[in-house]
């Protein structure tokens, strides 16, 4: 499986933006998708998943209300529907993909997509 994260950019705070990841290679209709990010200096941190089974929905803390995950699996593609963006939520964005049960942590992902830089200014 092949991920191809894309959407990100500039925004302002309270501004909005929509990340994509599309797969290709075979499809992840059945996969749970994550979401990570990596701010500079810090370590990959959970951002959001959707399962691959009854596609529950899962969230860090910091972006519950202003994040939405959704897929499209005729589309084989993933979304992360980004709003009320604050400078903190400046990272590079990563998608990814899993045949486990489990969301939450890196090393439960085995398919990797490239990033896509997000920037908040205040």
């Known amino acids: 499986v092949q991920l191809q994260a894309s959407g990100g950019g500039l925004a302002q705070a309270g501004g909005s933006l929509r990340l994509s990841c599309a797969a290709s290679g075979r499809t992840v209709a059945n996969a749970a998708m994550g979401w990570f990010r990596q701010a500079p200096g810090k370590e990959r941190e959970f951002v959001t998943a959707i399962s691959g089974d009854d596609y529950s929905t899962y969230y860090v803390d910091s972006v519950k209300g202003r994040f939405t995950i959704s897929r499209d699996n005729t589309k084989n593609t993933v979304y992360l529907q980004m709003n009320s963006l604050q400078p903190e939520d400046t990272a590079i964005y990563y998608c990814?993909?899993?045949?486990?049960?489990?969301?939450?942590?890196?090393?439960?992902?085995?398919?990797w997509g490239q990033g896509t830089l997000v920037t908040v200014s205040s």
């Open positions: 990814a993909a899993t045949g486990s049960g489990s969301y939450h942590h890196v090393g439960q992902y085995d398919y």
